[in-house]
T-cell receptor
């Protein structure tokens, strides 16, 4: 059974701070998603990565396959970054499935 | 990324009635669609996987007669909550993907409240 753990569960930061959210998973996976969920619920996919590092604007995601660990970084955080960030591991063969972490609630204060 | 819509975004219904939620992939052909459920402050949980033209595969513990899933076309899947009860109140999210479900695109979700 694939389990996904995120830390921290809650994170409060001041605008401009560098943010790191961590994710670890228990079994080998095909890829890892980072998702953003705003109040109201809609989910946006931020990254899907299977190795190395991806960058999009102020967001950076990294993954270490050997250590079964991924991080999401936000540089120069802004109040609009306040949301729940969820990592999800993609696993399976011919039919892939996602296992989700419980999410990290990020609050960025002005 | 691809665009997935859900309708309605919110629905309130009375106990005992049925509610249908639509999930549409707007700009690609989704051979596989997933339905998830999210309780407050909890992770998303996969309810079922549907492949176009086939019967849905339900996860353990999900009642297939209560949560009817239809995936009749490559752009539309529906989830019908039959004889809804207050405990069915939840946030339901669909995602759409190509064959096998490697890359999933999420819908905005539907908040169901059963009174």
């Amino acid at each position: 059974k694939n389990e996904v753990e995120q830390s921290p569960q809650n994170l409060t930061a001041q605008e401009g701070e560098f943010i790191t959210i961590n994710c670890s998973y228990s079994v080998g996976i095909s890829a890892l998603h980072w998702l953003q969920q705003h109040p109201g619920g809609g989910i946006v996919s931020l990254f899907m990565l299977s190795s190395g590092k991806k960058k999009h604007g102020r967001l950076i995601a990294t993954i270490n396959i050997q250590e079964k660990h991924s991080s999401l970084h936000i540089t120069a955080s802004h109040p609009r970054d306040s949301a729940v960030y969820i990592c999800a591991s993609l696993w399976g063969g011919s039919n892939y499935k996602l296992t989700f972490g419980k999410g990290t609630l990020l609050t960025v204060n002005p | 990324g691809a665009v997935v819509s859900q309708h309605p975004s919110r629905v309130i219904c009375k106990s005992g009635t049925s509610v249908k939620i639509e999930c549409r992939s707007l700009d690609f052909q989704a051979t596989t669609m997933f339905w998830y459920r999210q309780f407050p402050k909890k992770s998303l949980m996969l309810m079922a996987t549907s492949n176009e033209g086939s019967k849905a595969t339900y996860e353990q513990g999900v009642e297939k007669d209560k949560f009817l899933i239809n995936h009749a076309s490559l752009t539309l899947s529906t989830l019908t909550v039959t004889s809804a009860h207050p405990e069915d109140s939840s946030f339901y999210i669909c995602s759409a993907a190509g064959p096998g479900g490697y890359e999933q695109y999420f819908g905005p979700g539907t908040r169901l409240t059963v009174t």
